[in-house]
């Protein structure tokens, strides 16, 4: 938003359309109730919402169309179902070739083209619309086609008034989204069985049954959820990756769906990622004493590869987003790449991965070194390619943040080396590597002290006399917790930061092992079992759920 704002700004300016005074008082205005600055001009009367909109399309480059000013021809509505028009808020408007130019009221969100062009021939462009013209289009498009389906059915004996069959289905979807993200879920899973389909939310990284539903009512279930992912409901032999976006109890809710053929059937994932919630700090994410110190020192270096590492849903991108976050200075340039963009960030340019039109990552690095960066985010190394274009980056004085997926921070070398990347290069380019665990936090309002047993604290690896008579906490559970024992998560961590004599190490080939005694004995670094139990002394977390989520050295 600030960018196309920036552009607005710029343009009216040149073209004088407004004193600099009224401009300045409409930048204002637009920050102090956080709203677009076209928005912003409209809502002080400066300018009318068609000649905002006019400005804003020529600002951003993209061509102006009033669809509430004239009938839009059947033909043109006709090329894209009513659910995509629906479900995407994109409007066909005009047809000039083979290319479909589709309104949208927001430049923001020209994304929803990549949606719909799985779904069609035509090439597609997006035109802006002003939202007041755009949402009496909607109406008009939308009513239309509700009255011709109310005719259909007089005319096949159905009453006016009569209930739509996929209404108890929309209903049921609206209802499991607003649910799961009441009980802070952060993702559905929609599992078919033999004689029933399956609904669980996974809450604090823990999966729990939410519903069961019959088995008639996996087919529909499915293909409202593909619908609404602009996938295709015809394909159920491969796999499928779509997006959602909503806007659930006024918050703008971004779905990553993933759908996966099964022996009963498509199983499905929904990742629900809450575009306005509120980003960690450093120290928020659990960091303390000197790995937090240590952490400070690494991510300020000018140039070198910071790696976070774990597995799927372990937090590492939060954590990367809360160094940028440090980071993001006005004399400083940051380009990210990721696959999505999970959070807007202000100030930071964040490009998204598009493998479709050959977007990746590698293609993505290599044009960001174009645009002089200071600090460059790659979301994920996956193959040599990438790997060597970030350490090249590196090495020729940028900054550079990514993720791998590997157990532990001193795996990170060995599986550099096993893409290929020479020994040589990654013991010059790595500054360090943290790997992540996230554990559940007890519920504050229940949680029950206890004096654990030698055992016990031999199990996460302290010694009981230096536990002394300290007590552990577990998880009882309670109504404010549901009555997990535990509400909330935090990071357990493992920063490895390389010294020369590590290098050394690295260049010559030595095994992960002996990576990990040099850092253990020589660094001080602490492994993801150490911090764990730090955090069970500290009564924030229990021994079970650490020996749950990091196995017992």
Known sequence: MELNDSRLKERLA??????????????????????????????????????????????????????????IPERVLSLIPRELIEENRALPVVLKGNTLFIAIDDPERTWVLDNLGFMLEQTLKPALAPPSSFDKAMQRFLGDVAAKETVVRGAQGGGAGEEDEDAPIIRLVQKTIEEALLQRASDIHIEPYADH?????????????????????????????????????????????????????????????????????????????????????????????????????????????????????????????????????????????????????????QCQVRRSIGLTFARILRAMLRQAPNIILVGEIRDSETAEIAIQAALTGHLVFSTLHTNDAPSAISRLAD?????????????????????????????????????????????????????????KGCDACSHTGYMGRKGIFELMRLDDEMREMIFRGEPTLRLREYAEKRLGMRSLLQDGANKVVDGQTSVQEILRVVASE
Not at 48 to 67: C, N
Not at 340 to 345: H, R, S
């Open 14 to 71: 040149a073209a004088e359309t407004l004193d600099p005074a009224a401009l300045d008082q409409a930048v204002g205005f637009a920050k102090s109730r956080n709203l677009s600055l076209a928005r912003a001009l409209v809502e002080l009367g400066l300018l009318s919402e068609v000649d905002a909109w006019k400005h804003l399309a020529k600002a951003v480059g993209l061509p102006f169309v009033d669809p509430g000013a004239a009938k």
């Open 197 to 349: 389909v399956r609904v669980r939310y996974r809450i604090d990284g823990v999966l729990h049954d939410a519903a069961r539903h019959p088995k008639n009512l996996q087919g529909p279930l499915t293909s409202r959820l593909k619908i609404m992912a602009a996938l295709d409901i015809a394909e159920k032999r491969k796999p499928q990756d779509g997006r959602i976006q909503l806007k659930v109890q006024g918050r703008d809710i971004d779905i990553r769906t993933a759908v996966l053929p099964s022996n009963h059937g498509e199983t499905l994932v929904l990742r629900l990622l809450d575009k306005e919630k509120s980003l960690f700090s450093l120290e928020a994410l659990g960091f303390v004493g000197e790995d937090f110190e240590t952490f400070q020192r690494v991510i300020k270096r000018p140039n070198g590869i910071f790696l976070v590492t774990g597995p799927t849903g372990s937090g590492k991108t939060t954590t990367l987003y809360a160094a940028l976050r440090e980071l993001n200075k006005p004399d400083v340039k940051i380009i990210t790449a990721e696959d999505p963009v999970e959070y807007n960030l202000s100030g930071i340019n």
């Open 419 to 475: 893409m290929g990347v020479k020994p040589f290069l990654i013991a010059a380019s790595i500054q360090a590597v943290l790997a992540q665990r996230l554990v559940r936090l007890l519920c504050p309002a229940c949680k029950e002290a206890y004096e654990p047993s030698e055992q016990e604290i031999r199990s996460i690896g302290l010694d009981p006399a230096m536990v002394g008579d300290k007590p552990f906490y577990a998880a």
